[in-house]
């Protein structure tokens, strides 16, 4: 059993995870989300403190071939520059087309493009007064020039302000193959504009097209905005992804989702795995920029766990979530509830509480932030030191994989076969770290860790 195997056994045997499974029934005139809170046990252990995981899960109740949804507010950001040329650029006018056929006659829509300048192409408006336009715009798409990524979503942004509403889905969707070299160039400075987009409601998603674009640009504005990331390797794909993307966007239930975590005396909150988030004294503060119908996104917080209580139950931590019910014209709505935890000395009690959904979805994000450290001392040069982290990363997930698929209450079937993909994308990574494959290695990373830590819907 690998170093990461007996950390995760020992931690989960000695009951320093916790489960307490409950689901909140919104009031009736809220119904679109749905909220679950569980910890990996039933039952801790009154002498042994430590590390406990808090899991919230966000459903949607939603149904995305709902024949009413919410109003798209978007802006196309195409990368123009010299690089584009051939066939990318007439991949990417493909997509764009494809983007115009899902839309309706209502959705807002702007077409942005950019090479050492920034061009509106077709300024924000009403499909039904700007097709025409749009289309004319699209045809005449031409690559040349250095790229203003910056920029481009800077104005991006700025177009979709323009019908921006708490009713509409309000996004920036970003295409590009090359690094940007004109403005703003560092991954910091796009996370800043993220963050900014997002705190007016608008999310990023990132497309990232071959293997000469700065992934950690594209995926840290596309993490800050709680948007999209995808690497996509062939031209050819392209239609493909923007109609995953646009469908995304079109299937979005909910939106501003905040999620407030009060933890009771003694469960002091340590960190939240895969997404950022606030932690001050007691109370933890997330957001979630959207949920698409149909679907369910988790949080994970780590928490410690006291010591020396008596044996009984004891309350963890209140917790309440506010959103804006797009199903509902963005009406905010609330739901509010707790969640409590068995003490005992009982260690067979504490073993039979472990819950193994729970528990696999913990090793999931344990195991991205593996593959993180691998990427950053590859970063470094030291090639034996990434190649070992992944190969561990790999054993450890194996392991924890046969034993959470175990036993009378095993974890789901999707979660395994998610946690069976990981160690062989380890594995592969592993193998994969010599110059002529690390670029086309390292973006794959990214886009995973990416789809891991947000669940991306695709």
């Known amino acids: ?17 916790l489960l307490a499974a409950f689901s909140i029934a919104p009031p009736a005139s809220a119904q679109t989300l749905k909220l679950e809170a569980d910890l990996g046990n039933t039952v801790v252990n009154t002498s042994k403190a430590g590390s406990v995981y808090l899991r919230l899960n966000l459903k949607s109740a939603a149904n995305k071939n709902a024949a009413r949804r919410a109003p798209i507010n978007v802006a196309i950001v195409i990368d123009k520059s010299g690089s584009m040329d051939g066939d990318r650029i007439a991949a990417a006018k493909q997509g764009a087309r494809v983007a115009l056929e899902r839309l309706s006659a209502d959705d807002t829509v702007a077409l ?35 790229t203003a990524l910056y920029g481009g979503v800077q104005e991006g942004g700025r177009q979709v302000e323009k019908y921006i509403s708490d ?15 004109v403005g703003p160039s560092q991954p910091h400075d ?38 999209n990331h995808v690497f996509v390797e062939r031209p050819s ?28 005396s003694g469960f002091t909150p340590k960190r939240i795995l895969g997404r950022d988030g606030d932690i001050e004294g007691q109370r933890v ?34 917790i309440s979530i506010s959103y804006a019910d797009l199903v509902d014209g963005g009406r905010q709505a609330n739901a509010n509830s707790k969640a409590s935890i068995e003490f005992s000395a009982d260690a067979k009690a504490v073993e039979r509480g472990i819950n193994k959904s729970v528990m696999s979805q913990v ?29 561990d990363n790999a054993a450890y997930i194996r392991s924890s994989r046969e034993y959470y698929s175990s036993g009378s209450t095993p974890a789901s079937t999707a ?34 860790q990416h789809k891991a830590k947000v669940q991306q819907a695709y």
């Not at 059993?1 to 995870?17: D, E, P, Q, Y």
């Open 285 to 318: 503060t997330l957001k979630l920029n959207q949920l698409q119908a149909d679907n369910e996104r988790y949080v994970i917080v780590e928490l410690d766990a006291p010591s020396g209580r008596a044996t009984g139950a004891a309350d963890v931590a209140d």
């Open 190 to 227: 796009l996370a800043q504009l993220g963050r900014k987009l997002a705190s007016k409601g608008i999310t990023v998603s990132t497309i990232g097209l071959g293997l000469d674009y700065n992934e950690d640009l594209m995926q840290r504005l596309a993490a800050a905005s709680d948007g």
């Open 415 to 448: 979660a395994i076969s998610k946690l069976n993909d990981m160690e062989s994308k380890s594995r592969d990574a592993a193998s994969n770290l010599d110059a002529g494959s690390w670029d086309r290695t390292r973006k794959m990373m990214r886009h995973d």
């Open 167 to 181: 009713n509409n889905v309000n996004r920036v969707i970003l295409l590009s193959d090359g690094l940007a070299n």
């Open 1 to 17: 059993m690998t170093m990461f195997s007996r950390a995760v056994h020992a931690t989960t045997l000695a009951g320093t995870a």
């Open 112 to 146: 942005v493009a950019y090479d050492h300048n920034v061009n509106i192409l077709s300024a924000s408006a009403p499909l039904r007064s700007s097709r025409e336009r749009l289309e004319k715009a699209i045809d005449g798409l031409q690559a040349g020039g250095t």
């Open 237 to 264: 794909d392209l239609a493909e992804i923007f109609d995953r993307e646009f469908g995304d966007a079109l299937s979005v239930a909910a939106r501003d989702i905040t999620i407030t975590i009060e933890c009771r």
């Open 363 to 391: 090793t999931e994000q344990i195991a991205t932030e593996n593959t993180e450290r691998a990427v950053d001392l590859r970063d470094k040069g030291d090639l034996a030191a990434a190649k070992k982290t992944l190969e």
